[in-house]
């Protein structure tokens, strides 16, 4: 009867034992995913791209090489000009695939939008985005597959 109880015991122990180290992993998985968001749209809200290449997955630079190209001495200029820098907020996260893609719900503040080649930015007081991110080797990452488009509500 002991032996039986010890196993029991043992058998349980294991399954919580194994049932926190994964709720655990899951945990640490979505915070290293909500401060890659958080820090890569404070960056690009702030157009600081050469910042936030370091928070994308491979082939998504070419988006943030491509909007630095259009950048204009009166962008720069209009970006200095603003009382403080833009502000992001993550609404919510929605994992798929496994758990290995997921997109935020990204709410950016106060930001220069940018406007069609040759036009100065305008600035932008709130607007959502949809932020796609794929997990690389451990790591979640954004991924781009154009520059990044506001939601219509």
């Given at each position: 009867?002991?032996?039986?109880?010890?196993?029991l015991?043992?058998t349980?122990?294991?399954?919580?034992?194994?049932?926190?180290?994964?709720?655990?992993?899951?945990?640490?998985?979505?915070?290293?995913?909500?401060?890659?968001?958080?820090?890569f749209s404070?960056?690009?809200?702030n157009?600081?791209?050469?910042?936030?290449v370091?928070?994308?997955?491979?082939?998504?630079e070419?988006?943030?090489?491509?909007?630095?190209?259009?950048?204009?001495?009166?962008?720069?200029?209009?970006?200095?000009?603003?009382?403080?820098?833009?502000?992001?907020?993550?609404?919510?996260?929605?994992?798929?695939?496994?758990?290995?893609?997921?997109?935020?719900?990204?709410?950016?503040?106060?930001?220069?939008?940018?406007?069609?080649?040759?036009?100065?930015?305008?600035?932008?007081?709130k607007?959502?985005?949809?932020?796609?991110?794929?997990?690389?080797?451990?790591?979640?990452?954004?991924?781009?597959?154009?520059?990044?488009?506001?939601?219509?509500?």
């Open positions: 009867m002991k032996t039986k109880c010890h196993v015991t043992v349980v122990l294991t399954l919580l034992v194994g049932m926190a180290a994964l709720s655990s992993c899951e945990h640490y998985q979505e915070k290293q995913l909500r401060d890659t968001v958080s820090d404070t960056a690009y809200f157009w600081q791209y050469h910042k936030a370091r928070f994308c997955a491979p082939g998504s070419r988006w943030l090489a491509y909007m630095a190209s259009q950048v204009t001495q009166r962008d720069v200029d209009t970006l200095r000009a603003l009382p403080e820098g833009a502000s992001v907020r993550i609404n919510s996260m929605r994992f798929y695939k496994g758990d290995s893609v997921a997109v935020a719900d990204v709410e950016a503040r106060d930001f220069l939008e940018m406007d069609t080649i040759g036009k100065t930015g305008r600035w932008v007081e607007a959502r985005y949809l932020i796609s991110a794929r997990l690389v080797r451990g790591v979640w990452k954004v991924w781009l597959s154009a520059p990044l488009r506001a939601e219509k509500d």
